[in-house]
């Protein structure tokens, strides 16, 4: 069983910093990319960053610039610095892990994990 475990959420002023932390446990095998999503009320959940095995990462426009996702050198935590915060990045802000798994009846298959959600409030 695969685990996802997020912290660091909380409330902060405009222009001050956050950093996420998401820690990946249990049965890990061949992640493909590791992620950072966000659901603002009211909005759809949205992919800020990306960070795959290969490739560099990726940022939204509204964050680039301001965020930097990393990987620990184990693999299994992904994190998110955020600079700069503003009023509009305040949201519920989920981790995703995108793994290859394997079993008898379909072979090889692509699978994704959540984490719980921690809530990031930018206001006076």
């Known amino acids: 069983q695969v685990r996802l475990v997020e912290s660091g959420g909380g409330l902060v002023q405009p222009g001050e910093s956050l950093k996420l932390s998401c820690e990946v446990s249990?049965?890990?095998?061949?992640?493909?990319?590791m992620a950072w999503y966000r659901q603002a009320p009211g909005k759809q959940r949205e992919l800020i960053a990306v960070v795959g095995n290969t490739d560099g990462p990726n940022y939204s426009n509204s964050v680039k610039g301001r965020f930097t996702i990393s990987r620990d050198n184990a693999g299994d935590t992904v994190f998110l610095q955020m600079n700069r915060l503003k009023p509009e990045d305040t949201a519920v802000y989920y981790c995703n892990v995108n793994m290859n798994e394997y079993d008898d009846h379909r072979g090889w298959y692509s699978r994704d994990y959540w984490g719980q959600g921690t809530q990031v409030t930018v206001d006076y």
């Open positions: 249990g049965t890990i095998s061949n992640i493909n990319q």
